[in-house]
C-alpha cells in the first residue's frame, strides 16, 4: 500500500559527499516521520537520521556534524545528505516512512535499500 523508492547511493572516496533521497506513494493520507537507517555487513540494523512532521532531527551519534536529513516540499520526500564520508560509512542505507493511510490506518514501510560504498 505504501511504497518507499530510494535513490542517490554509490561509491565515493572518504572525504567525500552523496545525497540519498526518499520518495513514499501509495495510498498515503500523511507522512508523520521518515529517517534513514543503515546495515553494514554482519552488523544489525541501526539508525542514521529521523525527522518528524514538527521538524524535529534525531542523529546518530557517529554521523552528527557530517550527516543532514531534510524534507523536500512535499512530506512525502526525504533527503539525506551525507558529508565527509568514512569507510566505516558503509553500508546498505534503508528509508522508512510512517504515517497514516487513507484509510485511517497506520503503516510503517521500508524501501528496499541502496549501497553506500566509501573507500579509504
Known amino acids: 500500500q505504501v511504497q518507499l523508492e530510494e535513490s542517490g547511493g554509490g561509491s565515493v572516496q572518504a572525504g567525500g559527499s552523496l545525497e540519498l533521497s526518499c520518495t513514499a506513494s501509495g495510498d498515503i493520507l500523511n507522512v508523520i516521520g521518515m529517517g534513514w537507517y543503515r546495515q553494514a555487513p554482519g552488523k544489525q540494523r541501526e539508525l542514521v537520521a529521523t525527522?518528524?512532521?514538527?521538524?524535529?532531527?534525531e542523529y546518530a551519534d557517529s554521523v552528527k556534524g557530517r550527516f543532514a536529513i531534510s524534507r523536500g516540499h512535499a512530506e512525502n520526500v526525504a533527503y539525506l545528505q551525507m558529508n565527509s564520508l568514512k569507510p566505516e560509512d558503509t553500508a546498505v542505507y534503508y528509508c522508512?516512512?510512517?504515517?497514516?493511510?487513507?484509510?485511517?490506518?497506520?503503516?510503517?514501510?521500508w524501501g528496499q535499500g541502496t549501497q553506500v560504498t566509501v573507500s579509504s
Open positions: 525527522l518528524n512532521r514538527g521538524g524535529g532531527r
Open positions: 522508512k516512512a510512517q504515517g497514516y493511510l487513507t484509510n485511517r490506518r497506520t503503516y510503517e514501510s
